[in-house]
């Protein structure tokens, strides 16, 4: 094989090596993602670099088409449709953005990373490079978040592998003292194994198991408990009295994911339940798009999907506490968590309904991203998911 065939070639395996390293659910491997700026800045032609974005992306999201399979309960041929062309918006900043010009290459990747991590761009803005932050720079916050940037411009600059190695020590320092993070005092989140029955099985016995659920947990020093997305299901003025009555006789908050219907659509939520009633807690800015986001339906006058409020409630209170709250999709993408830090919350609670996911790591990337997040901005972390 030729030379100049050769160097593309193992751009591309690298930049796949390093999608799937760093996306591997495995929140100290998140900076492995670090190394697709140095690959994007060595490719020779646009054409290449377009590969290297499309073989990093397509790797770090290789778990989508068998789980639109399984959501769909279909082939794979709608994840593999939906898998292509989310990679899309990705692949096409990064090769519109390339350049063999060294001297404006760093400020065309800061538009590339910026473009990714704020609407519209960054609604599939997934496998986001800056998300190692939390793991190189961990509790430095917006700080930290400067830095990473900083180092993201050095990677595809010729002094790349000065920046590559000070990166590269910081990570190990960071590995070799890390600490899970804390959950915050009285809080608890509770993960659930009740597969794709979550949110669909509305029946009275359900509620009722999950109201025991909550209870065990509330016996104890713990004052807000934490389900996952669609744990209650709809939400209805049935559903509030029900779970108000149940928690008559204790002091627990229970924050718990729900739907909210109407003839247009529904919004995905999270409520808060005590005994002195029910509210909305939040409604989704960012839900899964295709799947529950359908925008379109709007240009042919039909209705259903989810809503988003793309920069809505980026912190709400529960009692004392400013919560950032994140659901599902929200933990894949970069700006939710940012907008929210912008409002200084005093802890993040993220939750997930990942049944769909079963046999790919989606989920686990989510947890990982999420940890990534809290652990930069140093921030107590409530995790609650079904699977």
């Avoid at 939400?235 to 009555?245: G, N, S």
Wanted: charged share 15%.
């Amino acid at each position: 094989m030729r030379r100049d065939h050769r160097e593309p070639m193992l751009l591309i395996i690298a930049a796949m090596l390093a999608g799937t390293i760093g996306w591997s659910g495995h929140v100290l491997l998140l900076p492995a993602a670090l190394v697709f700026p140095i690959l994007w800045a060595r490719a020779q032609t646009r054409s290449v670099s377009v590969l290297v974005s499309a073989g990093y992306f397509l790797a770090a999201s290789r778990g989508l088409p068998e789980g639109v399979a399984t959501f769909y309960s279909s082939d794979l041929w709608p994840g593999l449709l939906l898998w292509l062309c989310a990679s899309a918006s990705f692949v096409g900043v990064h090769a519109m953005l390339w350049t063999k010009r060294s001297g404006t290459r760093p400020f065309r990747y800061l538009v590339a990373a910026t473009l990714m991590a704020v609407p519209p761009f960054a609604i599939t803005g997934w496998a986001h490079p800056v998300t190692a932050a939390g793991v190189v720079f961990p509790g430095l916050g917006w700080w930290g978040l400067a830095a990473m940037t900083a180092g993201l411009m050095g990677l595809v600059t010729r002094m790349w592998p000065a920046v590559a190695i000070a990166l590269a020590g910081l990570w190990l320092w960071s590995a070799a003292f890390w600490t899970d993070s804390k959950l915050p005092e009285s809080w608890r989140g509770v993960d659930l194994r009740l597969g794709s029955t979550l949110g669909r099985d509305v029946s009275m016995q359900r509620h009722r198991d999950l109201i025991a659920t909550v209870k065990a947990p509330a016996s104890g020093n713990i004052s807000n408990v934490v389900l996952p997305e669609s744990a209650i299901g709809f939400w209805t003025p049935t559903v509030e009295r029900l779970w108000v009555k149940a928690l008559e006789d204790t002091e627990v908050s229970v924050v718990a994911g729900a739907a909210v219907v109407d003839a247009e659509g529904y919004d995905n939520v999270l409520v808060v339940l005590s005994a002195v009633g029910g509210r909305i807690l939040y409604r989704e800015r960012m839900p899964v798009p295709g799947s529950m986001w359908q925008p379109w339906r709007l240009w042919f006058g039909e209705s259903g999907g989810a809503r988003a409020h793309f920069f809505a409630n980026p912190s709400v209170a529960i009692g004392d506490h400013q919560v950032a709250p994140l659901i599902c999709y929200e933990q894949l993408v970069v700006w939710p968590v940012l907008q929210s830090m912008l409002h200084g919350p005093d802890l993040i609670v993220a939750v997930g309904n990942g049944w769909w996911t079963k046999g790919t790591s989606i989920v686990a990337i989510q947890r990982a991203s999420t940890i990534a997040w809290a652990k930069l901005f140093a921030k107590p972390l409530v995790l609650s998911f079904n699977t």
